[in-house]
């Protein structure tokens, strides 16, 4: 542009080049952190939505829309912004779909089991809109009501049991609902299953007298109750 045109240019517009020199240069926002990894063990990656994937470490961030998954020995405790917990079990995949956290109506909590089993502890998002926070599963989706529960796939029929979702409350409770609407109310101490493969005239939702023998504890079960103690005491958000 030349001095003459310059000179022509409305004063305002003049004075509004610089500001928009310096708009076109910021950087790009951001995904909103989720949350961080606050303990690790083992091996485990974080996979961005472009597939680009770099080593999983203690403190390290993670974005919303972001995949953590786990190798054979690994295991991750997640931390989110609302206090909420996530634990990775060895060979999982977990990706939070969505997340926002800002003290709105429009807070809640998504993520996707891939396969493995995550063990959750729903934190300030889960006790003041608990119909905001939810996990889904090739097979199933999981709501919430104040919970610390485990989700775990199992992908064939097999020793372990059978194909589909399997769903462990500790505490509080969950629904355990399937592509049809069904629905499973899952209580503190029961296992609800979502199968992947029905046979002719069975349920696809059921209650298990007993636990599965595949979910049992990991490094970071003791370290969870620590603290989720304080958080269990606070009062709800209204």
């Known amino acids: 542009m030349s001095n003459s045109h310059l000179l022509r240019m409305p004063r305002t517009w003049a004075l509004a080049l610089p500001l928009l020199a310096a708009i076109l240069t910021l950087p ?12 690790i063990t083992g091996n485990a ?7 680009q994937t770099r080593p999983a470490r203690g403190g390290e961030a993670v974005q919303a829309g972001e995949t953590v998954t786990t190798d054979s ?3 991750v405790m997640l931390k989110l912004k609302d206090e909420s917990l996530m634990l990775l079990r060895p060979n999982s995949q977990l ?9 709105k109506p429009t807070d809640g909590v998504f993520a996707s089991l891939f396969k493995g089993t995550v063990r959750a502890v729903t934190g300030l998002i889960g006790k003041s809109r608990p119909s905001s926070v939810r996990l889904a599963t090739p097979t199933a989706t999981v709501g919430i009501r104040g919970t610390d529960f485990e989700l775990a796939i199992i992908e ?3 020793s372990d049991g059978r194909a589909g979702t399997y ?28 199968l992947t493969n029905p ?14 023998a595949f979910l049992r504890g990991g490094g970071f079960d003791a370290l969870i109750m620590q603290l989720t103690q304080p958080m269990q005491m606070m009062p709800r958000m209204r």
Do not use: C, M
């Not at 990656?45 to 597939?51: C, F, Q, R, V, Y």
């Not at 990706?95 to 003290?103: D, G």
């Not at 409350?169 to 609902?177: I, K």
């Open 95 to 103: 990706k939070l779909t969505e997340f926002r956290y800002e003290n």
């Open 156 to 158: 064939q029929d097999g």
């Open 73 to 75: 020995g690994g295991e």
């Open 167 to 194: 769903d462990y409350v500790h505490s509080g409770a969950t629904s355990l609902q399937i592509a049809s609407g069904q629905s499973l109310d899952v209580d503190p101490e029961q296992t609800g299953l979502a």
């Open 45 to 51: 990656t974080i996979s961005n939505a472009a597939n």
């Open 28 to 39: 790009q926002a951001r995904a909103q952190e989720a949350g961080a990894i606050e303990r």
């Open 199 to 212: 046979r002719p005239g069975e349920e696809p939702l059921q209650l298990l007298r007993d636990r599965p």
